[in-house]
């Protein structure tokens, strides 16, 4: 009787983990799959925002250009002022209309409010601040986690090969009290055996609720 | 011991193996009795039957496995095949995203290569103005005009952003956010698709991992069958088959109700609507903008009921839509809007979305829900909701933020402090780390607007807990509002006779500050909002906040912060009550309420004049604007209006006493085609030399056309160029409070 429970339990318990193993093996899947979606998404995201950044800086050169020269030839004028009033004005109005160019280039930074020519030359674009700023305020970029899915998905498959190795456990005290039933005038060997098969199921069974403990 | 063992002995042993002597004598005069009654060997033939019979179950058990091992396969190869989609379709609508962003900025270009050409189309013509008529440096200057006019007219016709298109500035006041929004769309549809297929091979799988159990159910049935023929005991062989059939039997139900499941059908149409919400969303501005994003999202779900992102969008479409905040973090909103928000959010989440903006996201709607109807299981939820947001994403402020306000609403101080320690950590540092400022006012100002805004919220809902809340929020404006976790400074200054002006476009305190150290004393004002008829008050975050206080020259000090043209899109303030919280050093010194008149006005900016200004809202632009010199709005009859003008001018020019004042009156005697009639100098009004945009040398005259006055005025900038602003219309016109908010709304703006 106890061979035949045995032999009943241990044949449940090993369809119970193949059916587990198929599901983490499938979810193993699902995670490397989802992993390299990610990856692609951030990688969408990553270029959008950095897209934004080369726009705007294409258009700081621009503005550069115009906000340099306006200062270049504002110099110019204040320069000739004295000796010639009338190229220094010439001068102040093409000062002015490159000012007027690049104040219409303003409106059109996406990343950053505005932007202004420093002391030096440079424009105030800062674009790694602005890729950083843009970074922290795409909420859905923060939880891309490509190698943290990738991470589940090898954990998964940790958990697949263990309970692919519990199954063989189950198969082993299969066997092991099935010889148990079929040696019946062997006393001394049927013991034994269903000792063993006994064993392998309290073992197949204890991993198997370890690797569930695990699995979470 | 030995008892022990033989009982073992027994247990394990068949009864037929150990019998006892009666037994043996018994079974064995039956056994020949049975035999001779049917004619030799019965038992041989009983068991060839049994055998025949477990032969046939086990074949049929094995072609039961073979279909399921074909079923699993086929679910395999088919599950297999949608996360290949899924992949495919996510790695499509990266590279549509970016193909749609860089031909977007290819016509983004060709548009701002337009505007550039105008603006020196324009530069020209204002340097005609000034040479002398007729000569060849005039004509060679029109030229010049008329050459970059053409050109632009090109650059713009060759650009799909048109001025007035759908997408161009006039009709998109978030410009260009619609136009790049709308390149994204494709990707939003492949996104979507994306989602179904990985969807559809969940369920697959589901199909799969069945079949295999099934496999394996089937395998033990026919191993116990086999093992049935094995034994001899009669008790045992039938436990094993009856085990066995009933595992087949199982097997054969389970197998034929899984076969019969169907997988969904990839819903184009769903993805699209769900790109065209995602579109909606993306651009809205009002709650119209959230109501059409709303209508999409409505056909995606109904499409696709399983669709997460559809719920979630349609969540945010509901919770923005139903604010009336248009500025900052969004805290008030109804509580059925809060309720169908919330019902979306988590219904996403049971559909798999489960990360820390749906959680953060139901966190605050279960507060603000739980704290206007009094239900304490939504303040908990709401509390459960928001410490898994910060599980997910601990370095988020605003998860942090809303913890402490859980804390207070349940009455858990000590908590809730614990909370706002980490808040303004993460607030001010990045990550939290002390070594990592921030150093972002503006976007430290904005949460600390929102968190203000929250605990007024909870303070109006629950009115015992008023004193936590203000000490909150002192220690929240002394942290986060100062810039440093530090416990701010003692300060003998004193705030006294405060006064509040709201401008239509600007927002200013006055205020006597005996004892003031500017760099000891932190003051800190924060802004608040209420529209007309609503109950709650929304800290502004743009108008709020520490920085730009100065010295007045009539004495004492005086804060005067800008709203028009930093909020997107651009705005004026809108209509309803102000309230003016001071805090000094962490203390709330002083607090006054205001409530302006001049009712509803719409922004206009015009960087290329560096003024914006505000204008009722049924004004249209005027067609005769000149980039760069001339920018305005009329009524649709034409008689009144606004204008902005720059004039360039040459730097010796600003040596001309009294520039402004000549550049007006030659403006108004040279540009009498913009008003209905010619205007005349009211000179019994005289010039007058009042504020105008922070400008030098002022001058504000009246005109009369005849049926209606022109109020102008005008002033030097810093680099010579002369501003004007013109307001026109009839006489009584000039009764309402309207022409004088426009005057005042003028700033300058670059």
Not at chain 1, 136 to 141: A, D, N, S, T
Not at chain 2, 198 to 221: H, K, P
Not at chain 2, 551 to 575: E, H, I, N, V
Not at chain 2, 621 to 647: C, K, M, N, S, W
């Amino acid at each position: 009787m106890v061979i035949a429970v045995l032999i009943g339990l241990s044949s449940v318990l090993s369809a119970v983990v193949a059916w587990r193993a198929s599901l983490s093996a499938i979810e193993a899947g699902r995670y490397e799959s989802l992993a390299v979606q990610q990856q692609a998404r951030r990688a969408q995201l990553e270029r959008e925002l950095e897209g934004i950044v080369a726009q705007d800086l294409r258009l700081a050169t621009a503005y550069r250009e115009h906000a340099a020269a306006a200062r270049e030839l504002q110099q110019q004028a204040h320069d000739v002022r004295a000796d010639d009033p009338e190229l220094a004005d010439e001068l102040d109005m093409e000062a002015a209309g490159r000012r007027s160019q690049a104040r219409s280039l303003q409106p059109f930074f996406v990343g950053q409010l505005g932007v202004a020519l420093r002391d030096d030359g440079t424009v105030d674009y800062d674009a790694d601040r602005v890729l950083r700023w843009l970074r922290e305020g795409e909420l859905e970029l923060r939880e891309l986690r490509p190698d943290d899915t990738l991470e589940l998905a090898n954990v998964a498959d940790r958990r697949t090969l263990g309970l692919i190795g519990v199954a063989a456990i189950f198969v082993g005290a299969l066997l092991v009290l099935t010889l148990a039933q079929v040696v019946e005038r062997r006393l001394g060997l049927r013991l034994a055996f269903t000792l063993l098969g006994g064993v392998l199921v309290g073992v197949g069974a204890v991993t198997f609720m370890a690797l569930g403990v695990l699995a979470g | 011991m030995t008892a022990r063992l033989d009982r073992l002995r027994r247990m394990l042993t068949p009864r037929h193996a150990l019998p006892t002597p009666g037994d043996a004598v018994e079974e064995d005069g039956a056994g020949e009795q049975q035999a001779e009654r049917s004619g030799g060997a019965p038992d041989d033939r009983r068991g060839d039957r049994f055998a025949g019979a477990i032969a046939v179950v086990i074949a049929v058990a094995t072609l039961l496995a073979a279909v399921a091992g074909l079923l699993q396969a086929e679910a395999a190869e088919l599950a297999e095949d949608d996360r290949l989609a899924a992949t495919r379709s996510a790695l499509e609508a990266a590279a549509s995203a970016q193909r749609g962003q860089q031909l977007a900025q290819v016509e983004y270009q060709s548009y701002i290569a337009a505007v550039e050409q105008a603006t020196s189309a324009g530069n020209a013509q204002l340097r005609s103005m000034l040479a002398d008529e007729g000569s060849g440096r005039h004509r060679q200057l029109l030229l010049e005009h008329e050459r970059w006019q053409r050109l632009a007219e090109v650059s713009l016709a060759g650009s799909e952003i048109g001025r007035s298109e759908e997408y161009g500035p006039e009709q998109d006041p978030t410009f260009p956010r619609r136009y790049f929004a709308a390149a994204r769309e494709e990707s939003h549809r492949l996104n979507a698709l994306q989602d179904a297929y990985n969807e559809r091979a969940n369920q697959i799988d589901e199909r799969g991992a069945a079949y295999t159990a099934i496999l394996a159910v089937l395998a033990v049935s026919v191993y116990l069958y086999v093992l049935s023929v094995a034994v001899s005991a009669a008790m045992l062989r039938r436990s094993f088959v009856a085990v066995a059939s009933l595992m087949l039997a199982v097997a054969a139900c389970w197998m034929g109700l899984t076969a019969l499941q169907t997988a969904p059908d990839i819903r184009e149409d769903a993805a699209a609507a769900y790109a065209a919400g995602r579109v909606a969303s993306e651009t809205a501005h009002d709650s119209a903008g959230y109501a059409d994003a709303r209508r999409h999202f409505d056909r995606a779900i109904e499409l696709r009921p399983s669709f997460g992102p559809a719920y979630l969008g349609r969540a945010d479409a509901i919770f923005l839509g139903a604010s009336q905040q248009r500025g900052g973090l969004v805290s008030l909103v109804p509580v059925d809007a809060l309720r169908a928000a919330r019902a979306d959010t988590t219904r996403a989440r049971e559909l798999g979305l489960a990360t820390a903006q749906v959680e953060g996201r139901l966190g605050f709607y279960a507060f603000a829900e739980g704290i206007q109807t009094g239900d304490m299981s939504a303040l908990e939820a709401s509390l459960a909701a928001t410490t898994r947001a910060l599980r997910l994403d601990p370095a988020e402020p605003v998860y942090w933020l809303n913890l402490g306000l859980v804390h207070l609403a349940l009455e858990r101080p000590t908590d809730a402090q614990a909370a706002y320690t980490d808040a303004a950590k993460h607030a001010l540092y990045v990550d939290g780390d002390r070594h990592q400022p921030r150093n972002e006012p503006w976007l430290e100002q904005t949460w600390l607007a929102g968190a203000l805004t929250d605990l007024e919220l909870l303070a109006r809902h629950r009115p015992h807990l008023s004193g936590l809340v203000d000490g909150t929020k002192e220690w929240l404006v002394g942290r986060i509002g100062a810039g440093t976790m530090d416990q701010p400074e003692q300060s003998d200054a004193r705030i006294e006779d405060v006064v509040v002006t709201i401008f239509p476009g600007q927002v200013q305190w006055q205020a006597q500050i005996p004892g003031y150290q500017p760099e000891r004393d932190v003051i800190s004002a924060q802004w608040y909002h209420r529209l007309p008829g609503a109950e709650g008050w929304a800290v502004m975050p743009e108008v709020s906040g520490r920085s730009g206080i100065a010295a007045d020259p009539a004495g004492g000090y005086f804060q005067l912060s800008r709203y028009l043209g930093l909020t997107q899109p651009a705005a004026c303030m809108p209509p309803g009550s102000y309230r003016l919280e001071l805090y000094l050093n962490g203390q709330r010194v002083a607090s006054q309420e205001v409530e302006p008149d001049f009712g509803v006005l719409e922004a206009a900016l015009a960087r290329d004049i560096t003024m914006a200004y505000c204008r009722p809202a049924d004004w249209q632009p005027i067609e005769e604007q000149v980039p760069g010199l001339l920018h305005g709005f009329t009524a649709t009859d034409g008689y009144t209006g606004v204008y902005g003008l720059r004039f360039d001018l040459p730097r010796s020019f600003s040596e001309v006493p009294g520039l402004p004042e000549l550049m007006l009156g030659s403006m108004m005697g040279s540009m009498t085609d913009l008003f209905p009639a010619v205007p005349v100098l009211v000179e019994e009004a005289g010039t007058t030399d009042g504020y105008f945009m922070g400008l030098s040398q002022t001058a504000w005259q009246w005109y009369d056309y005849g049926s209606g006055w022109v109020r102008a005025a005008a002033g030097l900038d810093e680099d010579g160029a002369v501003l004007i602003g013109i307001v026109y219309g009839p006489y009584a016109w000039f009764d309402s409070p309207v022409a004088d908010a426009i005057h005042d709304s003028m700033v300058r703006h670059e």
